[in-house]
Structure formats: structure tokens, C-alpha cells
């Protein structure tokens, strides 16, 4: 559930903007595209559609005019290293920035999903529960029900795509080392879709709640600021290692980089930036 809060803003706000869609058309249509995708939970009340609106277009504007200028200076920045081949301090030091910015927009967006759900009814929860319960469905389908042979095929594509959207196309050698990766990647299906219950449960307690305003949002914050919470020692310790491993690839793969390659990337990293850029000076 945690992470369809953050979809709220991160994902919106950054996958989708990477997608291979214009960034700058996908962006001014977020105004309409969040409560398209919120309507896909809960049916909100007329004045929750007015409370949701008025924080949206405070949010956006935000985002617009504090974000996006920290989003294009790090993406040149991350550039500028990648024309020379990024070490592994570099990643961790990436790793480390873009945990800040999903911060930034949690922290900016926190106080107002605790208004809006905090005016929920009975009913609207049990609607977004029963939502995510179908969520739940198609994770099962693709992470425990399919096999483990089905699922790395499933990945090792995923990958080639994601790398050649960066690169262009791929070599012979690049494409051997991430199926070597997807070999020694450890599947979490289990071990996430326990967590995922878990957290859903406990959301569920705190949204019980909401007519004690003090221990509804002592319960909400302590929560979403516990990002380990429903996770077993041994997800985390798949986490870690899987992270190492992605790592672990980029490095490999950035050294067998022609320079064809490598400035396919760089220009890809400044392009985006440069949109964010342009974007954060529209009103």
C-alpha cells in the first residue's frame, strides 16, 4: 500500500515522465491523470473531489517550481559523470539522491492524504480495500504463480528493454551479462506479497482511526516513516543482495559501453533534463 501512495506522486511524477512519452505533453496532464488514477480506488464525494483538488494544484505547483529544477541540475550532473563512466561511490551517491527527492515529495504530500482519507467513509474504505485486494490478485498471477523460469525470462526482456531505451541497441556481450544477472537475481515473490498483507493490515488499523484526529495521524505517520515495516529478514536480505547485483551489472555493463552507446545515454539524461527544466518555467 505504501507504494501506492508514493505512485501518487513518484511514479506519476517520474516513471511515467520516463516512459518513452514527451515528457513535457505527460506532465501537463497530470492535473487530470492523478484523479483519473485515484478514481481507480476510491469514488470520492463532491466535497472530497473539491479537498483533492485544491491540494493537487498546490502540490503540482510545488513540485513545478522547487522540484523540477533539482531534478534537471542532478540529471546533468549524473550526465556529466556518465561521459566519463560512473564508479560504484557515484551510484550509491545517485542511489542516495533520488531517495531524497521520493522523500520530498512523501513528506510534501503526507499531511494532505491524511485529510483526505481522514474524511473517508466506511464504505470508501471498503472500496479501497476490496481495490487493492484485486491488486493483490494480479501480483499472486504474476509473482507466485508463475514459475521461476517464467518470471526470470519475464525479467531478463524487461531489462533488455529498459538498458537499450538508455543505450540503443544492445551487443552480443552486454545482453550475455544481464542474462548472467537475471541467473543470480533471488525472486521475492513470497517474501513481497507477505509484506504487502501485512502492510495492508496495519493500514487498515490506522484508517480505523480516524474519528481520533491525534491517534489517527500519530498512527499514519509512524507507519509510512517505517519503510521495513511487514518486511522478514529474509526479504531483506533478497533486497540487499538483488541491489548489489543491480549494481554489480550497471558497473559490468558501463565498461563493455561503446562511445556510441555512452553518448546515446548522456544525450537521453540531458534531453530530460533540459524538459524539466523548460517545464519548471511553465505556469
Not at 508514493?6 to 514527451?22: A, T, W
Not at 556529466?80 to 542516495?96: N, P, Q, V
Not at 524487461?158 to 552486454?174: F, H, N
Request: charged share 35%; glycine share 2%.
Amino acid at each position: 500500500m505504501k507504494s501506492r501512495l508514493l505512485r501518487f506522486s513518484l511514479v506519476v511524477l517520474c516513471s511515467v515522465l520516463l516512459s518513452g512519452c514527451g515528457v513535457r505533453f505527460v506532465y501537463n496532464q497530470l492535473d487530470w491523470l492523478i484523479p483519473w488514477y485515484l478514481e481507480d480506488y476510491v469514488e470520492l464525494e463532491r466535497d472530497q473531489e473539491a479537498l483533492f483538488e485544491e491540494r493537487l494544484q498546490s502540490y503540482l505547483a510545488w513540485h513545478r517550481t522547487d522540484q523540477l529544477p533539482r531534478y534537471s541540475a542532478f540529471l546533468h550532473q549524473v550526465a556529466d559523470r556518465a561521459e566519463k563512466g560512473l564508479t560504484h561511490d557515484d551510484i550509491a551517491r545517485i542511489e542516495d539522491q533520488t531517495e531524497e527527492f521520493a522523500q520530498a515529495l512523501m513528506d510534501r504530500m503526507l499531511n494532505d492524504l491524511i485529510d483526505l482519507l481522514e474524511t473517508a467513509s466506511d464504505d470508501q474504505i471498503e472500496q479501497l480495500f476490496q481495490r487493492l485486494e484485486q491488486d493483490n490478485k494480479e501480483y499472486r498471477r504474476e509473482y507466485i504463480e508463475v514459475s521461476a523460469d517464467k518470471q526470470k525470462k519475464q525479467r531478463y526482456k524487461e531489462v533488455i528493454k529498459y538498458a537499450e531505451r538508455w543505450t540503443g541497441r544492445l551487443s552480443a556481450e552486454q545482453v550475455t551479462q544481464i542474462g548472467e544477472w537475471v541467473n543470480q537475481f533471488e525472486l521475492m515473490g513470497p517474501e513481497i506479497e507477505a509484506a504487502r498483507l501485512a502492510w495492508q493490515d496495519e493500514f487498515r488499523r490506522v484508517l480505523a482511526l480516524r474519528s481520533d484526529r491525534e491517534a489517527y495521524e500519530t498512527a499514519f505517520k509512524k507507519l509510512i516513516s517505517n519503510p521495513d515495516f511487514g518486511r522478514s529478514e529474509e526479504l531483506k536480505r533478497k533486497l540487499a543482495v538483488n541491489s548489489e547485483l543491480a549494481v554489480k551489472l550497471y558497473l559490468e555493463l558501463d565498461q563493455t559501453l561503446t562511445q556510441k552507446q555512452r553518448n546515446h545515454m548522456v544525450k537521453k539524461m540531458r534531453s530530460y533534463a533540459d524538459d524539466f527544466q523548460l517545464l519548471s518555467a511553465q505556469m
